[in-house]
């Protein structure tokens, strides 16, 4: 049974931080590329972060220089450090694991950044 669980999110004030953790079972981790993705309220679901299986990354232009994605093979766990973050970050974020046809979402945490 695949499952990824996501953690970390929460509550911060404009100009703070938290790491999103997205462990993972039921996958051979190091083959799948990994993602981010956020929705927030009347929005599509974008892509925030992604790391491919040979460690390659990359970001959407609004969190260039404020997040980073990285990932734990041995623990089969993907992390996205989110710093200075803004209002504008509010949103579910989802954590996505895809390798070939198959591919699998984690639940959601909510984000929410406010004073």
């Known amino acids: 049974q695949v499952q990824l669980v996501e953690s970390g999110g929460g509550l911060v004030q404009p100009g703070g931080s938290l790491r999103l953790s997205c462990a993972t079972s039921?996958?051979?981790?190091?083959?799948?590329?990994m993602g981010w993705y956020r929705q927030a309220p009347g929005e599509q679901r974008e892509l925030v972060a992604a790391?491919?299986?040979?460690?390659?990354?990359n970001y959407a232009d609004s969190v260039k220089g404020r997040f980073t994605i990285s990932r734990d093979i041995p623990k089969n766990t993907v992390y996205l450090q989110m710093n200075s973050l803004k209002p504008d970050d509010t949103a579910v974020y989802s954590c996505?694991?895809?390798?070939?046809?198959?591919?699998?979402w984690g639940q959601g945490a909510q984000v929410t950044v406010s004073s």
């Open positions: 039921g996958i051979t981790f190091r083959l799948y590329a």
């Open positions: 790391i491919t299986s040979g460690g390659s990354t």
């Open positions: 996505n694991a895809h390798w070939s046809s198959l591919e699998y």
